[in-house]
């Protein structure tokens, strides 16, 4: 035949070589443009990791997410608990994995605005970023239902009057709770004893079995002790009153304006490289599980208000956290820089 003659068989068997491996190419592309996209995400269930143990408010939270997000994907969104070194295990995995989507993290603010500056982190902090948020964590000073101070003025007079006597737990050092108490009896001029303990379960124990005279903690964790008259909030770390504690006073309005500053704030992060489309999507996926009655209903069981940030409203409310706490962080000794 006339093209065996003129390009011979070697090449003719080169070319028909090149030929198949482009439609072999062409079908991978194809596949990948169905099934593998952004524009096709998710094609698989999607792992949400939680820095924190199974069973505590922080968890649930997570889960109920998780719940509601399945059903809005499509795809289910597996939970993955992984505590340990404050959270930055699971932050760590999220660093480690493939910027596709298919692994993303719970997290608080307090990421950004607290332990980036006041821990050497194994990883840029950069590399993590907010997606969506979802809930606020009321956090506040309170004590036992029978205790013989009825307001944070009679907390801060025992303090003054006993230095050294007045002890109070925490669920870890660094944190928001732990945080905004220690600005607190700094302002006052206490000297108070801070003691941590491994998580909110374990303080939860030790504020409720007497062995500390007041805590530092998650409203959500103290909510059917507060109702059944076990405990009592003294102020909440806000600029404004809770609307299911009303007569509990927030600390702004007492007088304590940076312990308001130390909030904490639920959502959804992921690795800084995720395509922009999948970001998009898992923010309109959040915003959507928001809009359900029945989350917002189980979050207010908890004692969790719903709170919901798109990406951008998000990252734009971690920077101006940062600028108001960074100070305080410098103040107190803590802050070790940024990366």
Not at 21 to 50: D, H, V
Not at 65 to 70: G, L, Q
Not at 282 to 311: A, H, T, W, Y
Request: charged fraction near 20%; include cysteine; aromatic fraction near 10%.
């Amino acid at each position: 035949m006339w093209f065996l003659k003129k390009f011979g068989r070697k090449k003719i068997s080169m070319i028909g070589k090149i030929l198949a491996l482009t439609i072999l190419m062409c079908s991978g592309s194809f596949t990948r443009e169905a099934f593998g996209s952004p524009q096709n995400y998710p094609t698989k269930p999607i792992e949400l990791i939680i820095p924190w143990s199974a069973g505590g408010a922080t968890d649930i939270i997570g889960r109920l997410f998780a719940k509601y997000a399945s059903q809005e994907f499509g795809q289910t969104v597996v939970v993955t608990n992984k505590t340990g070194a404050g959270g930055i295990l699971a932050t760590s995995e999220i660093v480690k994995a493939p910027a596709d989507g298919y692994k993303l993290l719970l997290q608080s603010i307090s990421f950004h605005v607290i332990q980036a500056k006041t821990e050497k982190l194994p990883f840029n902090p950069s590399l993590i970023i907010p997606i969506a948020n979802f809930t606020e964590g009321i956090q506040g000073c309170v004590v036992k239902g029978d205790s013989p101070w009825k307001n944070f003025g009679d907390l801060i007079e025992f303090g003054r009057k006993n230095p050294g006597k007045l002890t109070w737990s925490h669920a870890g050092v660094g944190i928001p709770p732990h945080m905004a108490m220690e600005v607190a009896m700094e302002k006052a001029g206490i000297k108070a004893v801070s003691v941590p303990y491994k998580g909110t379960p374990e303080a939860l124990a030790a504020f409720l079995g007497g062995h500390v005279k007041a805590g530092s903690m998650a409203y959500s964790a103290l909510k059917d002790q507060v109702a059944a008259g076990k405990a009592r909030y003294l102020t909440i770390w806000r600029d404004t009153r809770f609307e299911e504690i009303p007569d509990v006073p927030c600390s702004a309005e007492l007088g304590f304006q940076e312990s308001a500053k130390i909030r904490s704030f639920f959502g959804i992060y992921s690795h800084r490289d995720v395509p922009k489309e999948i970001v998009n999507s898992i923010e309109d996926v959040s915003k959507k599980v928001c809009m359900k009655p029945e989350f917002k209903n189980d979050l207010n069981r908890m004692g969790q208000p719903l709170v919901f940030l798109s990406s951008s409203e998000l990252s734009e409310f971690i920077s101006q956290a940062g600028a108001q706490v960074t100070p305080i962080l410098k103040r107190l000794g803590l802050y070790v820089g940024e990366k």
